[in-house]
């Protein structure tokens, strides 16, 4: 297992038992890194996580409508964001990535499929 480490105190962060499965937390007060289990998410603050979190809500739109395979719409996106698609999980970007991919699927779906941006606007 890899540890994880909060990246502004440098502690390693204690895994805490959720009914979404394992999420890591760093044990100093206050302190909003969180991550959760596994090798697609690193750790992140509270409002890098509410970026990635609205990232996902609007990327997945796109291939959970069926227009795109999942596959398909990551590799896209690693060629928007010039990332190499190993590198491209939204668990693991950082705020400004993951703003870039929120743009990129609003763009995606206003200009590509405009027949599911009902699902968007709602
Ligand atoms: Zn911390």
Known sequence: MTIKLCPIHKRNLVPIKTEFGIRYCCPMYGCTIACWSGKTSTPADYETRQERIKAHDLFDII????????????????????????????????????????????????????????????
């Open 63 to 122: 291939w959970k409508s069926g227009k795109l395979k999942r596959t398909t719409a990551y590799r896209m996106l690693a060629m928007y964001l010039d990332t190499k698609s190993e590198d491209t999980h939204i668990g693991m970007f950082d705020k400004e990535t993951a703003i870039k991919t929120q743009e990129y699927a609003k763009d995606l779906i206003q200009n590509q499929f405009p027949d599911i941006r009902k699902k968007v606007e709602r």
